[in-house]
């Protein structure tokens, strides 16, 4: 596999489009094609179909490259969570963000009721708490930002603190991605997308991918991949391969809107509280100047009243799309309370806004007259 490593000279917006090609030939395709076989002839290290595939090798590629890694592609991002997991030893214990995708929240839970692991939660945001609960810890699992609370943790920090006491460390970098953030540069071991997101862009696939350089966790990764049979689509591999592309392009645009977006959200009368690292007053400013390239395209935002306005708020979007996922090409909005397995201290009205790349003054002349309808 390749690495950022191998081509330093190159910018992750160079390395986005050119990664993952096949070799340059007289009349051989410039995109990887889709390779739609379970069989492959004896005497390569394919073999089988559960094992690899080309187009899925073409996307590890690319995005290995991107993070400083070895990829492996997943199902789902589920997938590549629980594969994750299944690191832990039997009994071990797993300090996670106290605000956390609700998919890894209620996965842990899970685990801990069947005496798998014991779990221990501790706000991001505190990087001395972190490195103090994570004494006698097996796995520190960390988002930045976090979902939906965009807290922002000091990677660096929590990486050194977690190294010195022998803990292994994961970052799911879904909200950031690898053009903002790239993990294993501040000591990360291993990495995790839901490349359904901003990876893929496109919101047409469910994938996940896993990154990391220490060739033990990858083997292990892969034989649980395997035995499991949690492999992506060769199809679903070429879509987010083709939407990866644009990935550069898509984050620019889209972050430059959430930033005005999140600037405005702040002064509306039906507003009460905005998160964004973007913004100079907000609690993870600092670090997120410093350890990202950009501030993202997610913004969250509370609304007056209780959840009964929060939604109504949502469903008199026009532009702007009602749904669950974030990191397409298309804005959505929801309230993130509305799923039972949210954590109970995110606020009832606690907005989760993922800006696309559609006019910025459309987007907000949309949001505009929904949140002046439930003043």
């Known amino acids: 596999m390749s690495s950022r490593e191998n081509v330093p000279h190159l910018s992750p917006e160079t390395l986005v489009v050119s990664g993952g090609r096949p070799a ?98 501790v706000s991001v ?107 992506p689509g060769p199809f679903e591999a070429w879509l987010a391969l083709r939407g990866l592309r644009t990935l550069a392009l898509r984050v620019k645009q889209s972050q430059a809107s959430a930033l005005q977006l999140a600037i405005r959200l702040a002064t509306h009368p039906a507003v009460t509280a905005v998160r964004y690292p973007g913004l100079p007053d907000d609690p993870g400013h600092e670090i997120a100047t410093r350890q990202m390239d950009g501030y993202g395209a997610l913004v969250a935002f509370e609304t007056v009243g209780g959840a009964a306005t929060a939604e109504a708020f949502c469903e008199r979007v026009e532009l702007v799309t009602h749904a669950t996922s974030l990191g397409g090409v298309e804005t959505l909005v929801e309230r993130r309370r509305r799923w039972p397995e949210e954590r109970p201290d995110i606020p009832e009205t606690l907005i989760r806004l993922s800006v696309g790349i559609e006019d910025v003054e459309d987007l907000w002349a949309d949001l505009d007259q929904a949140l002046t309808s439930i003043l």
């Not at 290290?45 to 559960?50: D, Q």
């Not at 969570?81 to 832990?88: E, N």
């Not at 930002?145 to 292994?168: F, H, K, Q, S």
Request: glycine share 10%.
């Open 125 to 231: 945001q505190d990087a001395a708490t972190v490195a103090t609960e994570c004494m006698g810890a097996d796995l520190l699992w960390v988002e930045t930002p976090t979902n939906p609370a965009m807290e922002v943790c000091d990677l660096a920090a929590v990486a050194a603190a977690a190294r010195r006491l022998g803990v292994m460390t994961v970052c799911d970098n879904t909200f950031a991605g690898p053009m903002l953030q790239r993990p294993i540069e501040h000591g990360i071991d291993v990495v995790l997308h839901s490349a359904t997101k901003s990876l893929a862009g496109h919101s047409d696939v469910l994938l996940g991918i896993v990154v990391t350089t220490d060739d033990a966790y990858y083997d292990r990764l892969l034989r649980t991949r395997t035995l499991v049979g949690s492999i």
């Open 24 to 121: 340059k030939a007289p009349d051989a395709p410039v995109n990887v094609p889709v390779v739609l076989s379970s069989t492959f002839h004896a005497g390569g290290p394919v073999a089988y179909g559960r094992t690899s595939n080309p187009t899925w090798e073409a996307l590890e590629d690319v995005v290995g490259t991107l993070e400083g890694g070895r990829a492996l592609a997943f199902s789902s991002g589920m997938g590549a969570v629980s594969a994750v997991l299944d690191l832990v030893p039997n009994g071990g214990t797993v300090v996670v963000s106290s605000h956390s995708y609700s998919g890894v929240a209620a996965r842990l839970r899970d685990l801990e009721a069947d005496g798998r692991v014991v779990v221990k939660l």
